[in-house]
């Protein structure tokens, strides 16, 4: 789960780390008037789940009460994305003297924690990856020794940060971790980290990432959550307990397991990668998917107007073929897609499976055998619609 910007940095404040000392507005009225309390000139900046706001127009200067008003007309109700802005959050400006980018996230491969900074700051960090990626200093923290100060030290060299700039910055990285730590996060991100003009350390921009599976533990977190600001569908896959991811391809992917989701993802991109076919998404129903599950998740998958085929890929172990199988054919009854379905069916009560299947005469949908003649045919009949 994503935390907004005025999320994150309210968070981020509660570890100690300097952030602008701003409110959130939902309408232009109410960001005049925070405008007016702080005085000054402020900042406008939209709260939507989605990078790269500066570029899109999302965050602009005001110099007075009224231009904020101006702005926040102007910033609520955009789309950026295609994410529409429902709150502004209205900062007091800072003067810029320099940008830092500084995160902490999981690398799975190493099995750690990495905290990464640039003196690159400001622009998206995947950019600077790709055109600089020797401007970024990555440190592993063992997660059992924790962050040691001759590593933000490292850091600290490695980004060429003024000598006088070492103390406030130690606070604002080991700030971070905690932060990281103690609310189960995937990601913490300050990008920009500013040096203002007068010589201080502040976090303009934050971003947070919480690990899904850990919000059982933190309530508070756990509240944050914006369903208004989030994909409809996605929103629509949690309450049915269905792991949903949407990505950019044509085939809409329903799948029972994770493992099995990502190797189906990895097969239809195989044998689609040359005509530009690939998976519209991951999905993941669980063990047991009953009818119901299985025409919520067809219905998530084909809310996605890019899906021009769906490949079921089911293996029964404790979800029974049959079981899948009515679910298929209720969901199909329910939803009635157009497009092609092709599905696998493997496991327990496979043939009875198919069997169903064969006898319910349903146009559109045909089986397959293996996972590769599964994902060509799929690739075959998305080919075909476009
Ligand atoms: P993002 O584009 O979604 O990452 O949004 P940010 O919060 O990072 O803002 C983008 C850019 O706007 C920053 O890198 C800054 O250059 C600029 N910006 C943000 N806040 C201020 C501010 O208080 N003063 C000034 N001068 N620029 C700001
Ligand atoms: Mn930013």
């Known amino acids: 789960m994503n935390l907004h910007e005025y999320q994150s940095k ?14 959130v507005a939902t309408t232009p009225d109410e960001a005049y008037a925070i405008a007016q309390e702080l005085g000054g000139t ?45 709150k502004v959050l209205v900062d007091p400006a800072s003067s810029i003297a320099h940008e830092i980018y500084l995160g902490i996230t999981n690398d799975r491969a190493a099995a750690q924690p990495v905290l990464m900074a640039s003196s690159e700051g400001g622009v998206e960090i995947e950019e600077v990856n790709r055109t600089n990626p020797k401007a970024i200093i990555r440190e592993h923290i063992d997660p059992l020794m924790g962050l040691f100060s001759y590593q933000i030290v490292k850091v600290a060299l490695g980004i060429d940060l003024p000598r006088d700039q070492w103390r406030a910055f130690s606070k604002i990285v080991q700030g971070l971790y905690q932060c990281f730590v103690e609310n189960d996060a995937a990601l913490a991100e300050i990008n920009p980290l500013v040096i203002t003009a007068d010589g201080k350390l502040i976090a303009l921009d934050g971003k947070m990432s919480i690990d899904d599976s850990a919000l059982a533990r933190h309530p508070d977190l756990a509240a944050m959550r914006d369903t208004e600001s989030e994909p409809e569908a996605e929103t629509q896959a949690r309450e049915a307990g269905i792991s949903y991811v949407k990505l950019n391809g044509q085939i809409g992917c329903m799948v029972n397991g994770a493992g099995l989701a990502m190797t189906t993802m990895d097969m239809t991109k195989l044998y689609g990668e040359e005509y530009g ?17 299985v025409s919520a998740a067809l219905r998530i998958i084909l809310s996605d107007p890019n899906v021009k085929a769906v490949l079921f890929n089911i293996f029964g172990g404790i979800t029974r073929g049959d079981e899948v199988a009515r679910g298929i054919i209720e969901a ?38 293996t996972l590769t003649e599964a994902a060509q045919k799929a690739v075959e009949a998305a080919k075909g619609a476009m």
């Open 10 to 23: 309210s968070r981020f404040a509660g570890y100690g780390i300097p952030v602008p000392q701003g409110k």
């Open 42 to 86: 402020v900042v406008i900046k939209s709260q939507v789940l989605v990078g790269g706001r500066g570029k899109a127009g999302g965050v602009k200067l005001a110099k007075s009460a009224d231009e904020a008003r101006a702005r926040a007309e102007e910033i609520l109700g955009m789309s950026i994305k295609g994410h529409i802005v429902h």
């Open 277 to 293: 076919i690939g998976p519209a998404n991951f999905l993941d129903i669980g063990g047991g998917a009953k009818a119901e599950q």
């Open 332 to 369: 199909y009854d329910e939803v009635k897609p157009s497009v092609p379905m092709i599905i696998r069916l493997q496991g327990t009560n496979a043939e009875e499976g198919r069997a169903i299947l064969d006898s319910a005469d349903i146009p559109n949908l045909r089986t397959a055998a």
